[in-house]
Every structure is written in structure tokens, then in C-alpha cells.
């Protein structure tokens, strides 16, 4: 069981303090410069974990990104709460009205959006065992898991840079959105199978898969109180702007001090995912959305917003090194295509919704 003593919940809490303030200074100072907020955080985390402050300072970067006894336990599960909250505010943005609107159209772009980036990371990761680096004996749910990672969406980064295009309540906003909330739904359903058909070998990794469950849930209670007519939005609207701006920063910062990104910087194999993972689902979703009466630059522009992985990518790949099931290099490959992805999407966005 975990014990804190006074000095370890000094250490906490001004642990968390620093970080807190490091994260509103740099994205402060990035959002000057029209950088997402989300891209100063992880880049600091990587900046003052493993893999450059820790090492030159080992002891600096291990005070302010524990990671080693109860300090560090109390830490981890801070951060697991923290994802959760993140999830249910995540699942509050899902608009179940725009999907029963769009009907037929949004579930065909969904699937499209979907079905081909599984394929091509399925087929990828059965191809190239040796690029990936199998070593869990399961290929098949490895390989599925990189599938799952290709075809998920990022549901809050999506409603952001719609939001700041004013797109929003837009034709390619609203199927956008909805579609990007089939998928998402679909994605972490699909995920938490997954994780339960991975043989568990530890205590620890039966706890991993537990706690995918209880992420699950939590989306799904967020789907739930965001289309429930009895909850005000006045409500919904102080959990976003609790959640979003005062803890998920310390998500993203501590993606950091999971592995050292310079020792597991693979560029062939960052480079094939970040390429194969846009192409598919680009395309997906551009022949889905012209079948369906989309114009050329209306499904181009669907299928780049769709393409921004964000959050949801960096949170599920997190979950699958935690229980074993990815190896660090593709865990560092992954968060980087979620980071390119997102970045991409605005202004691609833009330029093809002018008129």
C-alpha cells in the first residue's frame, strides 16, 4: 500500500506546482506565436525528462517528473486521474444530435475514414514485424493495435481547430465532428478488447488492463452527461475549462519521462507511420466523402481534420506501452505522428475552406 510521508506530499505538491507553471509560462509564450498549446507541453516534458534535463541532471529531472517510489506512485496516479477526466470531457464534446442528423452520410465517412488506415497498419505490422519490433508473441493483436492507432481521431483537437476556423457549426464541421465521435467511440471499445486479450503475465498488467476499462467508461459517462438534457451547460462548460487548462498539462508533460526520446528515435520507422497513417486516412476519407455528395475540397477538407490525431493517440499509446504491449521506439513514433497530424490539419483546413 502507498504511504506518503509530510516530506513526500511537500515534494508532490511542489512537483506539481513547478510543473504547472513551466507548462503556462512556455505555452504562453508559444501561443504568442500561434503554437497549440498541447505541442509546448510535451515538448517541455521531453525537455526535462529522460531524455536531455535528466541527462544532465538526473536528480533535477526525477524531483520534478517523479517516477521512483511513493512520490512517484502518488504521482502516476494523479496523472491516471487526470486522463480520465480528460476522456469524460472528451466524451461531453460528442454530439450525438449532428450524428442522428447526418445519418447515412456521417456513418459511410466514419467507416471510410476508419476501415483504411486499419487495414494499411494491420497489414503493415504484419508485414514488418522487425520494423516495430515484436517481441510480445501475439502479432495479430499488435498488429491490431497499430491499426486502432492509424484510424483513431482526436475528437477535442478537431472541435479546437474547427472552433478557431469558425467552421464549426459548418456543413464540414458538423460531419466532421460527428464522424470524428463514431470513431472515436469505436476506437477505445476496440482498444479495451484488445488489452483484455492480452495475456496478462504481472499484478501490474492485469491493473493496466482494469484501468483501460475505467478510461472507457469514463468517455462513455462523458457522452452521456454532454447529451443529457438535464445537465446545464454551464456545467459542462466549467469541467472543460477546469480540465483542459489547469490539469491536462500535466498529461502531456509527463509523456516525457516515459521513455528518452532520443535513444528511441527511429526514423524509418517514424517517417512510415507518419506517411502511411496520413495517406490512409486521407484517402478513406476523400473517397467516402465523394460517394456521398461531398464536393473534392469539402472531403479534403473532412479528411485532413480527421486526420489529427491528437490527444487521443498520445493517451492510447501511453496505456499500451504502460501494459507491454508496444515497445518505447514505436511508442515515440506514435507520439510523434499525433503531434504532425494535429499540426497539419489547421491550416490545410483553412486554406481549402476559402471560398
Not at 517516477?67 to 469524460?88: E, H, N
Not at 483504411?116 to 515484436?134: E, I, M, N, T, Y
Not at 497499430?146 to 477535442?156: C, K, Q, R, T
Not at 511508442?331 to 499525433?338: Q, S
Amino acid at each position: 500500500m502507498m504511504s506518503l510521508t509530510v516530506a513526500d506530499c511537500s515534494h508532490l505538491f511542489l512537483s506539481l506546482v513547478c510543473l504547472l507553471l513551466l507548462a503556462r509560462g512556455v505555452t504562453s509564450f508559444l501561443g504568442c506565436v500561434n503554437i497549440p498549446a498541447v505541442l509546448g507541453e510535451i515538448l517541455l516534458g521531453i525537455l526535462i525528462g529522460p531524455t536531455l534535463l535528466g541527462s544532465l541532471f538526473p536528480a533535477i529531472s526525477k524531483w520534478l517528473l517523479p517516477v521512483d517510489g511513493s512520490v512517484g506512485s502518488a504521482f502516476q496516479l494523479i496523472i491516471r486521474i487526470v486522463v480520465i477526466l480528460l476522456l469524460f470531457v472528451a466524451g461531453m464534446e460528442t454530439n450525438l444530435s449532428a450524428i442522428r442528423t447526418e445519418g447515412r452520410k456521417v456513418l459511410w465517412i466514419a467507416l471510410g475514414s476508419a476501415f483504411l488506415p486499419f487495414v494499411a497498419g494491420l497489414l503493415l505490422a504484419l508485414g514488418f514485424p522487425v520494423l516495430f519490433g515484436v517481441v510480445n508473441g501475439q502479432p495479430f493483436l499488435f498488429a491490431s493495435f497499430v491499426g486502432i492507432a492509424f484510424a483513431i481521431s482526436a475528437l477535442p483537437v478537431i472541435i479546437r481547430i474547427l472552433m478557431d476556423l469558425g467552421l464549426y457549426q459548418s456543413k464540414v464541421g458538423t460531419i466532421t465532428v460527428a464522424a470524428a465521435s463514431l470513431m472515436d467511440l469505436w476506437g477505445w471499445v476496440a482498444f479495451t478488447i484488445i488489452l483484455s486479450s492480452f495475456k496478462p503475465t504481472t499484478i501490474q498488467d492485469s491493473a493496466g488492463m482494469l484501468w483501460s476499462h475505467m478510461t472507457l467508461l469514463s468517455f462513455l459517462l462523458g457522452i452521456l452527461v454532454g447529451n443529457s438534457p438535464h445537465v446545464p451547460e454551464k456545467a459542462q462548460k466549467l469541467a472543460y475549462g477546469i480540465v483542459i487548462p489547469f490539469l491536462s498539462p500535466l498529461f502531456f508533460l509527463s509523456i516525457g519521462a516515459k521513455v528518452n526520446f532520443a535513444a528511441n528515435w527511429q526514423v524509418p520507422l517514424i517517417a512510415t507511420i507518419i506517411f502511411l497513417a496520413t495517406f490512409s486516412k486521407i484517402a478513406g476519407t476523400f473517397m467516402a466523402g465523394r460517394l456521398n455528395g461531398l464536393s473534392g475540397r469539402e472531403a479534403l477538407a473532412v479528411g485532413f481534420a480527421l486526420n489529427a490525431r491528437g490527444a487521443m493517440e498520445i493517451i492510447l499509446s501511453e496505456k499500451a506501452l504502460e501494459v507491454g504491449l508496444i515497445q518505447p521506439p514505436l511508442f515515440v513514433a506514435l507520439v510523434i505522428m499525433a503531434l504532425f497530424t494535429s499540426f497539419l490539419g489547421g491550416p490545410v483546413v483553412k486554406h481549402l475552406s476559402r471560398k
